[in-house]
């Protein structure tokens, strides 16, 4: 799921340890998990303190910590229903396809922007994000303005990305959603499980 949205929120969370949010998250996963365990409520408490608590410094983020900065994310109004760009509905292995299909074109800046959003190029909290599946990325406005351009570059430089046949004609559905954030001037989200 992508979402034009404000980052600052959970940045700010991260700076400053607030660990008073731990009970709004434990909150969300009591209300939005179907009939949660104690030990996976005790298991996301005790995750949770660690982030906010400052406790991730060198250690890599794991699919549960995944989870609970989307629940976070959610708590903070940065990932809401109301600021969704797109739903999910592509294949998680679109980024990858696609992303093996540019790689030899694009240029630095194009492509530490695309591992920043898509490739768990950026952990918040950790040093690292290690997960099989679940991750988040992010990218500032002024950083979504650089990899639109980028993306809008190598398509013209190699008009067969744009292609509906290349990773069905996902290189225009990413620069829509990219277009969309840089015109309302908000940054760019991603969750994927």
């Keep these: 799921m992508l979402f034009a949205t404000r980052i600052e929120p959970i940045i700010a969370a991260a700076r400053s340890g ?7 998250i434990v909150d969300w996963f009591r209300t939005n998990l179907d009939d949660p365990s104690p030990a996976t409520l005790e298991m996301v408490e005790r995750e949770a303190k660690n982030l906010l608590g400052g406790n991730m410094k060198g250690r890599p983020e794991s699919e549960d910590h995944v989870y609970i900065i989307s629940a976070l994310a959610e708590v903070l109004g940065v990932q809401t229903p109301d600021v969704m760009i797109a739903d999910g509905t592509w294949k998680q292995s679109a980024w990858y396809d696609y ?92 969750f994927a499980s």
């Design 18 to 24: 607030q660990v008073e949010l731990v009970t709004r």
């Design 99 to 190: 992303y093996d299909g540019i790689k030899l074109f694009i240029d630095e800046v194009t492509r530490d922007r695309y591992g920043q959003l898509a490739l768990c190029k950026r952990p918040i909290f950790g040093s690292r994000i290690d997960t099989n599946w679940a991750y988040y990325g992010y990218l500032f406005n002024n950083e979504a303005q650089q990899l639109y351009a980028g993306l809008a570059r190598i398509a013209i430089a190699h008009p067969e990305i744009a292609s509906a046949s290349f990773v069905d004609g996902f290189h225009n559905e990413l620069v829509g959603w990219l277009r969309h954030v840089v015109e309302r001037k908000t940054d760019l989200w991603l």
